[in-house]
């Protein structure tokens, strides 16, 4: 089992910068892979950030260039680091963890483990 707990949302004016955090406790061979989502109001949930036991990571092109996951040294701990944001990124985001991401790392169904989300508001 794998327990995740997101925080570091809030409210920010476009052109803003937040930092979220996930806090990740459990088995540690199940969150191989980290990932974060978001879901905007009407909208279905999609993958933004993904990073690797490795180190590799993946990230959405509506966000490339602008946010960026990293994991501490424990594999403890992932960031997403969300610079330049626009209202269009106002959602909830969660973060998500797996074994292996079943090689698809901004899919869905490639998580088995999810947080309860911390929302970002962006205003214009």
């Known amino acids: 089992q794998v327990q995740l707990v997101e925080s570091g949302g809030g409210s920010v004016q476009a052109g803003g910068s937040l930092r979220l955090s996930c806090a990740a406790s459990?088995?540690?061979?199940?969150?191989?892979?980290m990932g974060w989502f978001r879901q905007a109001p009407g909208k279905e949930r999609e993958g933004v950030a993904t990073i690797y036991f490795g180190g590799s990571t993946y990230y959405a092109d509506s966000v490339k260039g602008r946010f960026t996951i990293s994991q501490d040294n424990a594999r403890d701990t992932v960031y997403l680091q969300m610079n330049s944001l626009k209202p269009e990124d106002t959602a909830m985001y969660y973060c998500?963890?797996?074994?292996?991401?079943?090689?698809?790392?901004?899919?869905?169904?490639?998580?088995?483990?999810w947080g309860q989300g911390t929302q970002v508001t962006v205003s214009s």
């Open positions: 998500a963890a797996d074994r292996t991401c079943l090689g698809m790392p901004l899919r869905l169904g490639s998580f088995a483990y």
């Open positions: 459990g088995d540690t061979d199940s969150r191989n892979c």
